[in-house]
Nanobody, 119 residues
Framework: QVQLVESGGGLVQPGGSLRLSCAAS????????MGWYRQAPGRQRELVAL???????DYAASVKGRFTISRDNAQNTVFLQMNRVEPDDTAIYYC?????????????WGPGTQVTVSS
């Protein structure tokens, strides 16, 4: 099993910045992609950003150019630097990790951290 613990959420004003962190622990052999999803009230969970173990990144169109995902493989930690945040960024942000076990992808989720963008 993989345990994920997020930190860094909170209240931020429009145009401001926030940094989320997520540390993975447990059985980490085969850990592949890590990243962030978010879910706003009344909406489906959506991808924000992903980074593979090799450093390849993928972003949702709505955050590209504003958010940056990074990863510390030695510490099994993934970060999301959120700049120029907008009210539409308000959501619960969930850390995600994928582990490959005998060719089968296994998904793990953190409990989520609330991000609220408001003046």
């Amino acid at each position: 099993q993989v345990q994920l613990v997020e930190s860094g959420g909170g209240l931020v004003q429009p145009g401001g910045s926030l940094r989320l962190s997520c540390a993975a622990s447990g059985i980490l052999f085969g850990l592949n992609s890590m990243g962030w999803y978010r879910q706003a009230p009344g909406r489906q969970r959506e991808l924000v950003a992903l980074v593979t173990s090799g450093g390849t990144t993928d972003y949702a169109a709505s955050v590209k150019g504003r958010f940056t995902i990074s990863r510390d493989n030695a510490q099994n930690t993934v970060f999301l630097q959120m700049n120029r945040v907008e009210p539409d960024d308000t959501a619960i942000y969930y850390c995600y990790a994928e582990r490959i076990l005998l060719g089968t992808p296994l998904s793990y989720w953190g409990p989520g951290t609330q991000v609220t963008v408001s003046s």
